[in-house]
């Protein structure tokens, strides 16, 4: 009984910033490591970051140094700030648990445009 929510996408011109929120339940949250992933049109869902229970980060390198994955444990959920976005992060955001992800979010929707 995963649940997973994710929200805080939108439309943003390149070179803009989007914060998205991941909000878990259904599991002790604090035990395990969090990711966001993102499928583009045509494309594969990856992992493009993740942190682990103790709060380690990991980034794909697409990605590393304009993306941060961050946690807050009492609240239950994901944090994943997006800055200096380009075209090519136009995707669909999603959370998971890395390595068990047995159900998936709606996800969220970043478009980056001018």
């Known amino acids: 009984q995963v649940q997973l929510v994710e929200s805080g996408g939108g439309l943003v011109q390149p070179g803009g910033s989007l914060r998205l929120s991941c909000a878990a339940s259904?599991?002790?949250?604090?035990?395990?490591?969090m990711g966001w992933y993102r499928q583009g049109p045509g494309k594969q869902r990856d992992l493009v970051a993740h942190?682990?229970?103790?709060?380690?980060?990991h980034y794909s390198d697409s990605v590393k140094g304009r993306f941060t994955i961050s946690r807050d444990n009492p609240k239950n959920t994901v944090d994943l700030q997006m800055n200096n976005l380009k075209p090519e992060d136009t995707a669909v955001y999603y959370c998971?648990?890395?390595?068990?992800?047995?159900?998936w979010g709606q996800g969220t929707q970043v478009t980056v445009s001018s």
């Open positions: 998971n648990i890395p390595q068990r992800e047995t159900s």
């Open positions: 259904g599991f002790l949250f604090r035990a395990y490591p």
């Open positions: 942190i682990t229970s103790g709060g380690i980060t």
